[in-house]
C-alpha cells in the first residue's frame, strides 16, 4: 500500500483529493460561467462590427473600432483584457477563502492537524489545489474559446492566446496566494474574501493613472504589454511571482504557529 | 521501565496565563493511564502538545521515545487520538471519511474497520452530519484503532455515550490494545470507567501534576483512618510517613494516609482506644481530595 | 448469619441463590456499610455482574465487583475465588476462565486479572498451566480453619461497631442475629 507514505511528507494525495473534491461547485459553476463568456466572444464580433459604424460617437466608446480591426485583438480585449481578469479575479477569491477559514469554521481543522501530515505539505497540498482549480476553469475555457472560435470559422493566433492567458495567470496566481494568505490569518471565509477584494481594489488604483500603470497587477494581468506591443513583461511578472513567493512564505509561518 | 509518555517540565503560556505548568508525567509501557483533572485543568492542552497539534512554550517531551517538537510527524503516525467532542467532515459519509484517513497512514487494519463498523451497526453510507453523538464517537473510535497504534490517546472518549455503550467501548480498547503491549492514555470524568480498566493515573489541577500512582497503591494505601483514642496520642504519633492529614472530629481523629498505611494502622490499633475504623477512598474521593478545592460551593 | 455449603456436589439454581444471599449480607457488611459513616455521604455502588460460564459442570459464578470500592479489583476478585473455592462453589480441578475471557467479561484491565491470578497461584488457591487453561487446585481447596475465623471475626467486629454508631443495645442486636439466621436457616432447610 504505501510508497505513498514517502510522498505525503511533501504532499498528501488524499488531503488534495479532499480539497478538489470541496471545490468541485466552484470549478463548475467558474467554468460554465467562462464558457458562457468566451461563446460570447464570437459571437459578438460580428454584430458589433456591424452595428458600430451605426450608433453615434458615445463617449468611452472612441477608439473602440482599433479593438475590431481583427478578430484576435478583439479576443483579447474581452478575454484577457477585461472578462477574464475581472470575473477570475472573484473566483480566484471565492476558491483562496476558505481554504484555512472554512477549516476552522467547520472546527476540522484540529482534525487535520491531528494527522501524520506536517504544517508545510498541509499548506502546499492546500494551495496546490486551489491552483489546480483555478487553472482548470482559466485554462480549460481558454481551449473552449479558441476551439469554439475556431468551429466558427474565425482565425485566432493559439500561440498568443495561450501566452496572454499565462501572464493572465501568472496574476491569478498573485490573488491567489493573497487570499491564501488572508485565509490563514481571519478565521471565517467572508472576512477573508472581503478583505482580500478590498486590499486589491487598493492595489488596483495605480492602474488607474497613467503614470503609476506600471505598478498594477491588473495592468500586467491583462497582458497589454505583450499583446499589443509584442513585449512579453518579464520584469513585471518576476516582481508579481516574487511577491507571490513573499507572501507565501509569510503564510506558512503564520500558520506554522496557529492554534486550531 | 521503558515510557510510552514523558514530559519534562511541559509548559504553556497563553498570555501569561499557564494552562500547563511544569508538568512532570511519566507513562509506562503497556498501561492504561488515566489523565485526571477538573475541567480546565489544563488536560486538552497537554494531549494537543504530545500530538504536536500545539507547542509547548517551555520544557520538553518525549512519546514513544519520540521528541513531541522535532518528531511530531511520526509520532501522529504511531498513535490513535480520539478528541473530546469529534468534529469530523460533517459532509463526508463515514466510508468517505474513514478513505480519507487512511491515505496518510503508512498502516491501516480494514479488517479491524470492517469488524468494528459491523459491530457498532454504523451507517458508513450516511453522511456524518447525520449521526447520532454515540455514531461519531463509535466512528472516530475506529478511526483511532485503524492505524494500528502504539499508543492510543483518548481524551474523553466516553463521554455522550450511554452506560452499555461506555462498556462495549472501554471492552474494545482492552481487546485491541491492553495486553500486546500498547499503551492507553485518557482522560475522563467517568471515574467509575477510569477505576475499572486503569492500572495508573495522575491528577492534575491548574496545570500541574498533583499526584500520581499505580490504581492499586492508591485503593490500598489512601484511606482514612477514624480513631478515638483513650487518650492523646504521643507528639510526633501524627508526624508518621504516610500521614498526610488530621482532623479533629469530636473527640477523636480523622487521620488521612497516602503510604504505609499497614504500619500506620497497627500502631494506631496499639494505642487504646474506643474505636479504629478504615474509611476507603475511591476514585472520587481522591478526585475530590486532590483537585477539587477552589471553587466549591 | 452466613451459610457456607460445605458439600462439593452439583447445585441447582435454587441452592445457588441461597448460598449466594447470605455472602452478598457479608459482603455488604464489609464493603458497604462502612460508607454510611463516610461523610461524603452518598455511597454509590456500581456493582458489575458476570456470568461467568464453568463449562466443565455447567455452573456459573457470579462475580460482584464494585470498582469504586475502596478495595482494589485485583483484591475482589481474589476474595471471591477464595471465598467460592472455600465454600464449595469451586471444587479442585474446576476451570477458571482465562484472564482476556474474565477481563472481556467484566471489562476491567486484563493486568488486574493476570495480578488476581498470580497471586491465587502463589497461595496455591489456583493452577495456571500455560496452553491449557486455569485451573482450581486439587490440593488445598478449603481456607485454612484460622483464616475462616478471621474472617468472621472481622465480620463481627464491623457488625458491632455499627450497632454502637446506631445505638442498639446488645439484646436488641442479639434479637436481629438470631432472627436473621432463623431466616437464613429455613431457607437453607428448604433447599435440601
Known amino acids: 500500500m504505501w510508497p505513498m507514505w514517502e510522498v505525503t511528507m511533501m504532499f498528501s494525495i488524499t488531503l488534495f483529493k479532499k480539497e478538489v473534491r470541496e471545490s468541485r461547485w466552484k470549478i463548475i459553476i467558474g467554468l460554465i460561467i467562462f464558457i458562457i463568456t468566451a461563446v460570447s466572444i464570437p459571437f459578438t464580433f460580428k454584430y458589433v462590427k456591424e452595428l458600430l459604424p451605426m450608433i453615434p460617437e458615445l463617449p468611452g466608446l472612441e477608439g473602440f473600432d482599433r479593438y475590431l480591426a481583427n478578430y484576435n485583438i478583439y479576443t483579447w480585449s474581452q478575454w484577457n483584457g477585461k472578462n477574464l481578469y475581472q470575473v477570475g479575479t472573484i473566483l480566484a477569491i471565492i476558491v ?48 473552449f474559446l479558441y476551439i469554439l472560435s475556431v468551429i466558427m470559422g474565425y482565425e485566432l493566433l493559439a500561440g498568443d492566446l495561450f501566452i496572454s492567458t499565462l501572464i493572465t495567470f501568472i496574476g491569478f496566481i498573485f490573488i491567489f496566494t493573497l487570499t491564501f494568505l488572508i485565509s490563514t490569518v481571519l478565521d471565517e471565509p467572508v472576512k477573508v474574501g472581503l478583505l482580500s477584494a478590498f486590499v486589491l481594489l487598493l492595489l488596483a488604483i495605480p492602474g488607474w493613472f497613467q503614470k503609476t500603470r506600471q505598478l498594477s497587477v491588473f495592468h500586467h494581468m491583462s497582458a497589454a504589454e505583450y499583446f499589443l506591443e509584442g513585449k512579453f513583461p518579464f520584469l513585471p511578472l518576476l516582481a508579481v511571482l516574487l511577491l507571490s513567493a513573499g507572501m507565501y512564505y509569510v503564510g506558512i509561518r503564520i500558520f506554522e504557529k496557529k492554534q486550531p | 521501565m521503558v515510557l510510552a509518555v514523558e514530559t519534562i517540565n511541559l509548559t504553556k503560556e497563553f498570555n501569561s496565563f499557564k494552562a500547563v505548568d511544569g508538568l ?214 501524627f508526624e508518621k510517613p504516610g500521614i498526610k492529614k488530621v482532623q479533629r472530629e469530636g473527640n477523636g481523629y480523622l487521620i488521612s494516609v497516602e503510604d504505609n498505611f499497614e504500619e500506620i494502622f497497627e500502631a494506631c490499633k496499639k494505642m487504646p482506644n474506643f474505636l479504629i475504623e478504615v474509611i476507603d477512598q475511591n476514585l472520587e474521593d481522591l478526585f475530590v481530595a486532590y483537585v477539587g478545592g477552589d471553587n466549591d460551593v | 448469619m452466613v451459610i457456607m455449603c460445605q458439600q462439593p456436589r452439583p447445585l441447582d439454581t435454587r441452592e445457588l441463590i441461597i448460598l449466594i444471599a447470605p455472602q452478598i449480607f457479608s459482603f455488604s457488611l ?120 478471621g474472617l468472621m471475626k472481622n465480620a463481627v467486629k464491623q457488625l458491632f461497631t455499627e450497632a454502637y454508631h446506631l445505638g442498639f443495645s446488645f439484646e436488641r442486636l442479639k434479637g436481629l442475629f438470631l432472627e436473621a439466621y432463623e431466616d437464613a436457616a429455613v431457607k437453607g432447610r428448604k433447599g435440601d
Not at chain 1, 109 to 126: G, H, Q
Not at chain 2, 136 to 160: F, H, R, V, W, Y
Not at chain 3, 44 to 61: D, F, S
Open chain 1, 96 to 143: 483562496g477563502m476558505n481554504l484555512i477559514a472554512g477549516e476552522k469554521v467547520s472546527k476540522t481543522l484540529e482534525f487535520l492537524l491531528a494527522r501524520p501530515i506536517s504544517r508545510s505539505s498541509l499548506y502546499f497540498t492546500k494551495f496546490s489545489a486551489g491552483l489546480l482549480s483555478l487553472g482548470l476553469v482559466i485554462f480549460g475555457s481558454t481551449v
Open chain 2, 24 to 237: 512532570n508525567l511519566q507513562v509506562p509501557e503497556g498501561s492504561v493511564f488515566g489523565f485526571l483533572g477538573p475541567n480546565g485543568s489544563g488536560k486538552t492542552t497537554t494531549i494537543r502538545m504530545l500530538l504536536g497539534i500545539t507547542k509547548p512554550t517551555s520544557g520538553e517531551g518525549k512519546v514513544l521515545g519520540l521528541d513531541i517538537v522535532k518528531d511530531s510527524l511520526n509520532i501522529r503516525a504511531k498513535i490513535g487520538y480520539m478528541a473530546e467532542v469529534p468534529e469530523m467532515y460533517g459532509y463526508m459519509t463515514g466510508e468517505e471519511l474513514i478513505r480519507f484517513c487512511r491515505g496518510f497512514y503508512p498502516s491501516w487494519e480494514d479488517g479491524l474497520v470492517k469488524k468494528y463498523s459491523e459491530l457498532f451497526n454504523l451507517p458508513l453510507k450516511n453522511k456524518i452530519s447525520s449521526l447520532s453523538k454515540g455514531m461519531k464517537s463509535q466512528l472516530a473510535l475506529i478511526i483511532a484503532l485503524a492505524p494500528n497504534p502504539s499508543l492510543l490517546i483518548l481524551d474523553e472518549p466516553t463521554s455522550g455515550l450511554d452506560p452499555i455503550k461506555r462498556v462495549q467501548f472501554l471492552n474494545i480498547i482492552m481487546k485491541e490494545i491492553v495486553g500486546t503491549g500498547k499503551t492507553v492514555f485518557f482522560s475522563s470524568h467517568l471515574l467509575s470507567d477510569v477505576e475499572r480498566v486503569c492500572d495508573r493515573v495522575a491528577f492534575i489541577k491548574n496545570g500541574r501534576l498533583v499526584k500520581t500512582d499505580s490504581m492499586d497503591k492508591l485503593k490500598t494505601q489512601e484511606k482514612i483512618i477514624r480513631a478515638v483514642f483513650q487518650k492523646e496520642p504521643p507528639p510526633g504519633f
Open chain 3, 30 to 149: 464489609h464493603f458497604g456499610h462502612l460508607k454510611l459513616f463516610n461523610l461524603h455521604g452518598i455511597f454509590i455502588a456500581h456493582c458489575i455482574t458476570v456470568i461467568v460460564q464453568q463449562e466443565r459442570r455447567g455452573m456459573k459464578l457470579h462475580f460482584y465487583l464494585q470498582p469504586s470500592s475502596g478495595v482494589p479489583i485485583y483484591k475482589q476478585i481474589i476474595k471471591q475465588i477464595k471465598h467460592a473455592a472455600a465454600g464449595g462453589l469451586l471444587s479442585a480441578g474446576d476451570q477458571l476462565p482465562s484472564v482476556r475471557e474474565l477481563s472481556e467479561d467484566l471489562t476491567i484491565n486484563p493486568n488486574t486479572v493476570s495480578k488476581a491470578y498470580q497471586e491465587l497461584e502463589r497461595d496455591g488457591i489456583i493452577e495456571i498451566i500455560h496452553g491449557v487453561g486455569t485451573f482450581v487446585s486439587k490440593g488445598n481447596i478449603f481456607m485454612e480453619e484460622k483464616e475462616k475465623e
